[in-house]
């Protein structure tokens, strides 16, 4: 055997078992190229932070450009780089907390490395520019008792948004070690508004079963909750019931009645009414149930029939 041939034999079995290699996975990731092509915002609408939370979602649009025509299963990797647990969408000076996170049951947030949002990846051999996208998980949780009116936003840059991917022909990654950068991300933001509102209810005013003729006061109390947003100034009426004659409140019995009257003092001398400004119960709303007296009297009067004497009266309240 001549030295040129063996050079040619070893040359030749170079070339034979180099098909066996595998490409690593990182090399293979530069012939998938992805990039975010847009972020939807995370709009929750309008919320009540005091009582309930409220859910929403983002849409995060990609592309990925498969140049070498093969078919790849993977990994795509988006990251945020700005906080993780502690978000607050701002309006002015006034905070409103809310997380954002990868999965619908809200457990995991959104962050960077280990908590990125990994999302699977399976791009065909025919689809040169191929298109996806994956969700992201927004929640403001309820208890917010501080949380003031008005319309929050919490803008987010490319540059705090990245993208990574991880695929290869030969066997499926499926989390984000080695992944290759991809683009920067998109924009978007997280919106919300925090109505004025105010929820109220009330106890019974109960005079009890006053014993022989109604020749002296008979008093009694009740009270109103009111739960309105931080910051809500508001006013609480009280109309003249559905027995009414004139101005006079009446409890009827039958065909019978038992005039009484409500008062906002304990003593008994500011009539409780529905005029605005004028005999209301002012206040001004805490995120926080707040309780109002309700301050009744039957004055001495005519004692009708023995029977049960009642009346309806509406709680408005005005903000």
């Not at 929403?56 to 299963?73: P, V």
């Not at 919300?192 to 109960?206: E, F, G, M, Y």
């Amino acid at each position: 055997m001549s030295a040129k041939l063996y050079r040619s034999l070893v040359l030749w079995v170079l070339l034979s078992i180099g098909p066996l290699c595998a490409v690593p996975a990182w090399a293979q990731n530069f012939v998938v190229t992805c990039s975010t092509t847009s972020i939807s915002n995370l709009a929750f609408g309008t919320v009540d932070p005091q009582s309930s939370l409220t859910n929403t979602t983002a849409t995060i649009n990609f592309s990925c450009n498969n140049a070498n025509h093969q078919f790849y299963s993977g990994v795509v990797c988006f990251a945020i780089n700005d906080g993780l647990t502690n978000r607050q969408m701002l309006s002015g000076s006034n905070t409103l907390n809310f997380g954002i996170y990868t999965d619908a049951g809200n457990s995991a947030y959104w962050g960077a490395n280990a908590n990125a949002l990994i999302v699977p990846v399976q791009i065909p051999n025919d689809s040169p520019n191929w298109t996806s996208s994956a969700t992201l998980y927004g929640q403001v949780a309820a208890g917010q008792t501080g949380a003031l009116t008005g319309n929050y936003n919490l803008a987010f840059t490319p540059g705090q948004t990245t993208m990574a991917v991880n695929v290869s022909k030969n066997f499926v990654p499926t989390d984000c070690v080695g992944a290759t950068p991809a683009s920067t991300g998109q924009s978007f933001s997280a919106t919300a508004t925090v109505a004025v509102t105010c929820t109220v209810s009330a106890t019974t005013l109960d005079f009890g079963a006053p014993a022989g003729l109604l020749t002296s006061n008979v008093d009694a109390t009740s009270t109103i909750t009111t739960t309105c947003v931080s910051g809500t100034p508001y006013q609480i009426g009280l109309n003249n019931g559905a027995n009414a004659s004139g101005a006079t409140r009446r409890m009827a019995g039958g065909a019978e009645f038992i005039s009484y009257e409500l008062y906002r003092d304990g003593s008994h001398s500011q009539r409780w009414g529905n005029t605005v400004n004028t005999d209301t119960v002012t206040s001004t709303g805490n995120g926080l149930a707040q309780s109002t007296t309700v301050y009744g009297r039957v004055a001495p009067q005519t004692t009708p029939s023995p029977n049960t004497y009642s009346d309806t009266i509406t709680v408005s309240v005005t903000y």
